[in-house]
Nanobody, 119 residues
């Protein structure tokens, strides 16, 4: 499956952004979708994941209550709504796909979209 993320940009602390990730090439609903991020000089970290039909979600503690992952299988798209953004949320955000729920390994990755949060 090919993944194309977009929606990043520059936002002030406390603001909001919504990232989108469009999938193509395979049956989107066959995949658990996830968002990850990587800040400069740091390792990539898990942000959120959503199950095949969108019933189940899981979040990193650092974003819980501020970020919401959702998906629209009719549009082959997964979203990440980010509210109350903090400077420490500044990262390149990646969407990814796997066939297994809560798998530590993802099979397909998008190209990343940069989110910069200014203080």
């Amino acid at each position: 499956v090919q993944l194309q993320a977009c929606g990043g940009g520059l936002v002030q602390a406390g603001g909001s952004l919504r990232l989108s990730c469009a999938a193509s090439g395979r049956t989107f609903s066959d995949f658990v979708m996830g968002w990850f991020r990587q800040a400069p000089g740091k390792e990539r970290e898990f942000v959120a994941t959503i199950s095949w039909g969108g019933v189940s979600t899981n979040y990193a503690d650092s974003v819980k209550g501020r970020f919401t992952i959702s998906r629209d299988n009719a549009k082959n798209t997964v979203y990440l709504q980010m509210n109350s953004l903090k400077p420490e949320d500044t990262s390149v955000y990646y969407c990814a796909a796997t066939r297994k729920w809560l798998s530590p390994l993802y099979d397909y990755w998008g190209q990343g979209t940069l989110v910069t949060v200014s203080s």
